[in-house]
């Protein structure tokens, strides 16, 4: 059981060029999230979905979108990376978002230099 | 903005001595967890508490919540040097349907 798998973990891009973040989850479940974490920022919302083909904007969702065609999938675009964008970024699902079943699974993170 | 703040930002003390971190919130909650985050890697859930919940326990951990100061603690007992972590409390926000907002964390160091 492989739980939240993000690729790749680490990248180093230029100024301008754009990129993808893979999200992948094996639990079957509803809804995902990306997060961004920076040093003293702690972890801010970028994007989530609370189920297939859907989106919503978080706290910080600007220079980047999202797809989640397939439900075990949730992709991180940014279309022309800043340096700004340079941090480390972490998807994590949930089965819901109900009190009993409310527990977030996080992946290991992706590490993003923009140069 | 963020919904959770813990407080202090670190914290260090010798293995065996308690550990308390705080965290309060702006908005009213459905449940609060918190989470801990070993360096380089994810979170990872420990613990949630409802609103309509006062007080928690697992293992050596102790959560309380005081909806009306809009604050929780987080206590672990009998520290270990393997409890080094960051600590994040989340939150929420009352609204079915929406995301978990997370603090910016307290550091906790242990030494031996």
């Known amino acids: 059981n492989a739980g939240v798998t993000q690729t790749p973990k680490f990248r180093v891009l230029k100024t301008g060029q754009s990129m993808t973040l893979l999200c992948a989850q094996d639990?079957?479940?509803?809804?995902m999230y990306w997060y961004r974490q920076d040093p003293g920022m702690g972890l801010r919302l970028i994007h989530y979905?609370?189920?297939?083909?859907?989106?919503a904007k978080g706290e910080v969702p600007d220079g980047y979108n999202v797809s989640r065609l397939k439900k075990q999938n949730f992709l991180l675009g940014l279309e022309s990376a800043a340096p700004s964008q340079t941090s480390v970024y972490f998807c994590?699902?949930?089965?819901?978002?109900?009190?009993?079943?409310?527990?977030?699974?996080f992946g290991e993170g992706s590490w993003l230099t923009v140069v | 903005s963020q919904q959770g703040e813990e407080d202090p930002q670190a914290l260090s003390i010798q293995e065996g001595e308690n550990a308390t971190m705080n965290c309060s919130y702006k908005?009213?909650?459905?449940?609060l967890q918190w989470y801990r985050q070993n360096s380089g890697r994810g979170l990872v859930h420990l613990i949630l508490?409802?609103?309509?919940?006062r007080e928690k326990h697992s293992g050596r951990l102790r959560v309380t919540l005081d909806t009306s100061k809009k604050s929780s603690s987080l206590l672990i007992t009998a520290s270990r040097a393997a409890d080094t972590a960051s600590y994040f409390c989340?939150?929420?926000?009352?609204?079915?349907?929406?995301?978990?907002?997370f603090g910016k964390g307290t550091t906790l160091s242990v030494s031996s």
């Open positions: 979905s609370v189920g297939e083909g859907t989106t």
């Open positions: 989340a939150t929420d926000g009352g609204q079915a349907g929406t995301a978990l907002i």
């Open positions: 994590a699902s949930s089965y819901s978002t109900g009190p009993s079943l409310y527990t977030i699974y």
């Open positions: 908005t009213s909650i459905n449940n």
């Open positions: 508490i409802r609103s309509n919940e």
């Open positions: 639990m079957n479940h509803e809804y």
